[in-house]
Each structure stands twice: as structure tokens, then as C-alpha cells.
């Protein structure tokens, strides 16, 4: 049990040889501490013995609390009020009951009905009710897409996130490598089988996620795995878990032979094998149908003679698969198929240094002569570009999320910041030219936070051949929308930390980051020019089939 101290008792500890504070009413033992503290001894020995509640909360966020605690806590004060016990956390549904809409969208006249009454409850309150700081289906809002399972995912993932990942992501960040314990958990929670894009497949993982029956599994799930993991403000944390596996996994489970997905499918579900993309070249990146890694049929046509190179390949240092694009027939798209090759001889791969994402491990592959058995085609042969168009969506879905999330990431930080931080004698906040700021980068957020949600929806609700046609162009654009407002949100938070988020690590720890993560968002998957271009000539050309009128 956690001992119990007197105000006195912690005033008798005033000294470097037994150094004792308190913060929020736990105390804390810095005796042996005060040497490594990186804010220096003598500061801490200015408190000894006193409540520094106040000095703690100036120079830290919560993050560093939550990873020293369990080291540095002794115990509590006498007068600390006793803490309401945690919440359980969120049972599973009845694997057969339907989940229920907690809001169905409500007309003006419906008010005298009970039950429509009852159906537009809004969703609960979660989180730290930061006006934008999350979307709105979690301040109380009504919303028509999010039910009871997609709330309970949510708790889950927030559970685990807060306590086992995010006090330890900028130090994972430093070393560049996440522990791999954290993404076979990943696999071990069922969670990177809800990563794919399609229905979740219980061949697979018979288990399930805890909080969400299997039939229920639908892309607003899946889009809060990648969304609650994006809080943590770091590409890398979040390419590490999801990047490799989200792209290279999908076109596997869509397009290979049931033999060959019965084979590997396990273990890369269960987080023990590591699958990534490599589509890109040193020489070729959005321009995808000019590619010239080359897969040669052997005389007996058992093999595929692979050679060539692949450039910024995420989790290509750790995979033991790589969904790749290769050329096995003529110049342009007709000649493009896609293999699973399987790390073996002839491959090898090279860790680059990149400006962010640091603990995602970007690859350069070289394929030397690689032999790959022909049951490893995902597809028809020949017929690769279609694979890889319809896998860019659920790719750009990916990394919109994420951006937006980032966004709000840096905004949600600013805002705590500029409540905290005094200048001229007033807090940040109360200056109009902050808020200004925040107003910017609040009204970008909602705005593309809202287009996002119904092109899921869309998503959801069309075929993929129906979605990969008419939904391309306005995800293009909506990717160009999000990590331009990422970019935007990533600068205007670091001109509000100052020099804090030009530091690395401490308070603006994560906008620094985050700053350098922006271009990972706006070349890859497409660059920005890329994007916006190709959302009027394909929406365009989509709604010239469809019958506009000029
Ligand atoms: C449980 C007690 C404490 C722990 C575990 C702790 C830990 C840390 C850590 C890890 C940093 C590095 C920056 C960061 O990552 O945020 C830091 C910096 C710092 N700490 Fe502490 N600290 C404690 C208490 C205090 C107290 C009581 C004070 C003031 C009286 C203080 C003043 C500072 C200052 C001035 C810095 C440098 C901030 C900067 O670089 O802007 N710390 N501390």
C-alpha cells in the first residue's frame, strides 16, 4: 500500500542527502534523481521538502509524470483526496447483438416521437474536452457514424496507448526502433487484422479485439486504431506499427491464392512477421507505371527472376515480406504485375537517415537475382496497376487520418501551452494573436476532420470498384487538404512554443517532432502537386461518364 506523509514529514526531507517534494499531492523521492534531473540539481533543491506543484507543471507536460511515477512516487500526502476508482474497462458486446446507433440522423419534425428521442442521445464526453482538440463525437456531440462498439474501441485503445506507449515514444523515436514487443501486442489485441481494409477475417484471428464483436467490424473502426495511435504525435511510432502492414498487407488478403495466405497470413497477423510495400524507386515514385524492378519468368515458368532497386520502403529493415510492383511485360501500366517476395538470398535491405519518422525504419532494397515461386502473384499477371491504384486509397485514407490527427495534435498541445506560458504579464492564450492562431488551425482541422469522416462512409457504402473509381479524385484532394493542414498546424504550434519546439524532447517535444514529420505525409502516397491535380482530372472524368453537364 502507498504510504501516507504528513506535510511535515515531507518538509523534514530539505536536504540533498534526503530530498523529498510533492506534486499534486504524491511525493516524490529526488534524492538519487537530482543528479541525472536535466533540468538541474540545485532547482530541485530550491523545492526540497515544499509542494512544487506549481514549478512542475511550468516546466513539463503530463507525459513525464507518467513515466517517472512508478520510479521516484514514496507515497501521498494525508490530505490528497482519495481518487474515484478507474472505470473497468469496456466489456465486449455480446458477439451476436446488433450494435446499437447511439445517433440516428433526427428530422426537425420527429421531436414528439420518444424513441427518436432516445436514438439522438449525443455520444458520450471522452477525453480532455479541449474545444477541436478531438473530433466532435468525442465533446458530446450527435453523430451518424460512430455507434456503442466504435466507443468501446476507443476506450481500449486509449487504455493501452496511454499507459504503454506514449510515455515512452520520444525515447523510441531517439533509438529509431519501437520495442517489438509493442507490435506483436498489436497482433496479440487483433488488432493489424483490423488494419486491412476489408471485413475482419476470423479465419485468421478467430479471437477477435476484444471490445468489437467481428461482424460488426467496419472502416470507422479501423480508422480509430490509426487515429487514437496518431495522439502519440510521431510518424514513426505510428509507420512503425501500422506503415509496412497497412499498404504491403491489404493486396495480399485481397489478391493472393488462398494457399499462399493460409501459409503466411498467421504469422503476420499475429505480429511475429513483418510485411511491408515496396512500390517506389530510386527513379520512380508517383510516376508508378514507369518502374523497372524486373521479374523474368524462368525457362521451366516455376520462378520469377527478380533485380532491381526500392527506395523510402517503410518497415523494410524488419519485414520478411514485401508486397513489391515489378515489370513482368512491356513499358507502361499493362506491364506492371505485383509479388510477394519473401526475404531470402538476393535480398538485401539498408536502413536510410531521413529528415522524420525516425523510428519507422525507411529501406533501400536491392533484389539480386531473387527467385520467387509463381504462386507468389497477387493478381494476374500484367494486371499490377489496378492492384496498386485500388491499394493507394485505403493507403491515402491512412495517411489522412493520420494527418489530421497530427494536426490536432499540435494544436490540443498549443492550446495547453498557451494557458500555461505567461509573456508581458499575461497567459499566451490572452493575447489576440495567439487565438488567432488557433482559430486557423481549428477551423482547417473541423473542416477536413468532416470531409474525412464521409469519405469513410462512402467507402463503406460503395463496392471497392465502385469506391476505387469514384471516390479516387476526392481522396486525392482530401489528401492534398490534410497534410497541408498538417504542415500549417505543425508551424503555427512551433511559432506558440518558441524556442521549446525547436529543442528536442520537454514541452514542444512533440510539435518539434511532428515538424519534421510533415514532409513524410506530403511527398509519399502521392505529393501534394500529384494530389490536387489528379482530383479534378479524375473527378472529372468520372462525372463525364456519369452524364455532367457542361
Ligand atoms: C518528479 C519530479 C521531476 C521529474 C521526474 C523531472 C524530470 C525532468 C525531465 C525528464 C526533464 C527534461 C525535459 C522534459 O523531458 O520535459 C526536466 C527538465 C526540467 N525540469 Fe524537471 N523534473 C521534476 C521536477 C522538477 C521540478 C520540481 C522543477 C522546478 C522546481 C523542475 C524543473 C525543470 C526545468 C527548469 C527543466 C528544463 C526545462 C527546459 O528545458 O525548458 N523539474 N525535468
Redesign the pocket.
Known amino acids: 500500500m502507498a504510504k501516507v506523509f504528513t506535510a511535515g514529514d515531507v518538509a523534514s526531507h530539505n536536504k540533498p542527502d534526503s530530498l523529498y517534494?510533492t506534486?499534486d499531492g504524491d511525493v516524490?523521492d529526488?534524492t538519487k534523481?537530482q543528479d541525472d534531473?536535466?533540468?538541474?540539481k540545485k532547482?530541485?533543491q530550491?523545492?526540497a521538502g515544499k509542494d512544487?506543484s506549481k514549478?512542475?507543471w511550468?516546466?513539463?507536460?503530463e507525459?513525464?509524470?507518467k513515466?517517472?511515477k512508478a520510479k521516484?512516487q514514496v507515497g501521498s500526502l494525508d490530505t490528497k483526496p482519495k481518487e474515484e476508482p478507474k472505470p473497468a474497462p469496456a466489456p465486449a458486446p455480446a458477439p451476436k447483438a446488433p450494435a446499437k446507433a447511439v445517433v440516428k440522423a433526427s428530422s426537425s419534425s420527429s421531436s414528439s416521437s420518444s424513441s427518436s428521442e432516445a436514438e439522438s442521445e449525443p455520444l458520450e464526453a471522452f477525453g480532455d474536452q479541449i474545444p477541436f482538440g478531438d473530433p466532435s463525437w468525442y465533446q458530446n456531440y450527435h453523430s451518424p457514424y460512430f455507434n456503442e462498439s466504435h466507443v468501446a474501441l476507443r476506450a481500449e485503445l486509449r487504455q493501452w496507448i496511454e499507459s504503454d506507449i506514449e510515455p515512452y515514444v520520444?525515447e523510441w523515436d531517439e533509438a529509431k526502433r519501437v520495442p517489438e514487443e509493442i507490435y506483436q501486442e498489436m497482433g496479440r489485441r487483433g488488432y493489424l487484422a483490423g488494419l486491412l481494409g476489408i471485413k475482419y477475417p476470423t479465419e485468421y484471428v478467430p479471437s477477435g479485439i476484444q471490445s468489437v464483436p467481428p461482424e460488426q467490424w467496419d472502416l470507422f473502426h479501423e480508422m480509430i486504431i490509426t487515429d487514437e495511435l496518431s495522439r502519440t504525435g510521431s510518424g514513426g511510432l505510428v509507420w512503425n506499427l501500422i506503415g509496412g502492414f497497412g499498404i504491403g498487407g491489404p493486396p495480399l488478403f485481397k489478391f493472393g491464392s488462398k494457399a499462399l495466405k493460409d501459409r503466411i497470413a498467421p504469422g503476420i497477423l499475429r505480429g511475429e512477421k513483418r510485411i511491408c510495400l515496396a512500390i517506389t524507386e530510386p527513379d520512380a515514385g508517383s510516376d508508378v507505371a514507369n518502374l523497372t524492378c524486373e521479374a523474368k519468368l524462368s525457362d521451366d515458368g516455376k520462378h520469377f527472376i527478380v533485380n532491381g532497386e526500392k527506395k523510402w520502403i517503410t518497415n523494410g529493415v524488419w519485414a520478411d515480406y514485401f508486397t513489391t510492383a515489378v515489370r513482368t511485360g512491356g513499358p507502361g501500366m499493362n506491364g506492371v504485375s505485383l509479388l510477394l517476395i519473401e526475404r531470402g538470398p538476393g535480398v538485401t535491405t539498408r536502413r536510410m537517415d531521413c529528415q522524420g519518422v525516425w523510428s519507422s525504419g525507411t529501406t533501400y532494397i536491392t533484389f539480386e537475382d531473387v527467385k520467387v515461386p509463381v504462386e507468389n502473384l497477387l493478381g494476374k499477371q500484367n494486371q499490377g496497376f489496378r492492384v496498386i491504384m485500388t491499394n493507394f486509397n485505403h493507403e491515402r485514407m491512412g495517411i489522412i487520418i493520420q494527418s489530421i490527427r497530427f494536426a490536432r495534435v499540435c494544436y490540443e498541445e498549443s492550446v495547453k501551452y498557451a494557458n500555461k506560458r505567461r509573456t508581458f504579464g499575461k497567459k499566451l492564450i490572452e493575447h489576440p494573436v495567439i487565438r488567432m492562431k488557433l482559430a486557423h488551425m481549428a477551423r482547417q482541422i473541423e473542416a477536413s476532420y468532416s470531409w474525412l469522416e464521409s469519405l469513410v462512409y462512402q467507402c463503406e457504402k460503395m463496392g471497392e470498384t465502385e469506391a476505387m473509381l469514384r471516390l479516387g479524385g476526392p481522396i486525392a484532394g482530401l489528401k492534398a487538404q490534410s497534410t497541408i493542414t498538417f504542415e500549417f498546424c505543425a508551424r503555427e504550434a512551433s511559432q506558440i512554443f518558441g524556442g521549446?519546439s525547436y529543442?528536442r524532447?520537454?514541452?514542444g517535444?512533440k510539435v518539434e517532432r511532428l515538424y519534421r514529420d510533415v514532409r513524410a505525409y506530403a511527398i509519399p502516397g502521392g505529393s501534394e502537386e500529384i494530389m490536387l491535380d489528379l482530383s479534378m482530372r479524375q473527378s472529372l472524368r468520372v462525372a463525364k461518364a456519369m452524364g455532367m453537364k457542361l
Do not use: C, D
Open positions: 517534494i506534486i516524490y529526488l534523481f534531473h536535466p533540468g538541474g532547482i530541485l530550491r523545492v512544487a514549478q512542475f511550468k516546466y513539463h507536460n507525459g513525464i509524470l513515466k517517472y521516484l520520444t521549446l529543442s524532447g520537454g514541452q517535444g
